[in-house]
């Protein structure tokens, strides 16, 4: 079991590029979430999708994208990059509320530095 | 969104103290989730809380769930260097719902 994998590591774009950042899961999990993390605000909900080909926005959607074309990967998409959008980016997943072993609480993925110059 | 607010913000201390940290909101939570992460990773959970009034051991970690239903506390005991890292508490109003995060309590443990 590899949990909740984020791909890639780290990443460096210039403002205006588009990336997509890729968060996998082999739980079997139905909710996934994006978060991104910045010094002293805590981790912050930016989409998040609870079953395959829906998804949501969370707290600070603006400026991303994301896609659950499969159950097993959500994926989180800038178009345009910009330096506001420096930050590490954590994926999570967790089961469906009513799942015999649904206990409310989220796997994180290692997380994705990105820095936007 | 929702404010959480979490204290102290960083403790610097002993060896073999026990420490304390909480976290407060402006809404009532149904569920109250306390994580760890260390430097270059991601979160790990450490105990969950799902009743108001509920106390929760994991080892020498001990959290609970206030009976305001707008606040949580976690007790480290007999700390240790490996407890270093940065403490989030994490609480949603639904189940299954949005979580809202705490800003985090940054602890060092000093040998």
């Known amino acids: 079991n590899a949990g909740v994998t984020q791909t890639p590591k780290f990443r460096v774009l210039k403002t205006g590029q588009s990336m997509t950042l890729l968060c996998a899961q082999d739980m079997n999990h139905e909710y996934m979430y994006w978060y991104r993390q910045d010094p002293g605000m805590g981790l912050r909900l930016i989409h998040y999708s609870v079953g395959e080909g829906t998804t949501a926005k969370g707290e600070v959607p603006d400026g991303y994208n994301v896609s659950r074309l499969k159950k097993q990967n959500f994926l989180l998409g800038l178009e345009s990059a910009a330096p506001s959008q420096t930050s590490v980016y954590f994926c999570a997943s967790s089961y469906r509320v009513g799942h015999p072993q649904s206990t409310d609480t989220q796997y994180f993925g290692p997380g994705t530095r990105l820095t936007v110059l | 969104g929702q404010q959480l607010n979490q204290s102290p913000q960083s403790m610097f201390i002993q060896e073999g103290e026990d420490v304390s940290m909480n976290c407060t909101s402006s809404s009532i939570f149904n569920t109250w989730l306390w994580y760890k992460q260390e430097p270059g990773e991601g979160p790990v959970l450490l105990i969950a809380?799902?009743?108001?009034?509920e106390l929760t051991s994991n080892g020498r970690l001990t959290a609970q769930f206030g009976i305001t239903r707008k606040d949580s506390f976690l007790n480290i005991s007999a700390s240790i260097p490996s407890d270093v890292g940065i403490y989030f508490c994490a609480g949603s109003i639904l189940t299954g719902n949005q979580f809202y995060f705490g800003t985090g309590t940054s602890l060092t443990v000093i040998p």
């Open positions: 809380l799902y009743k108001a009034g």
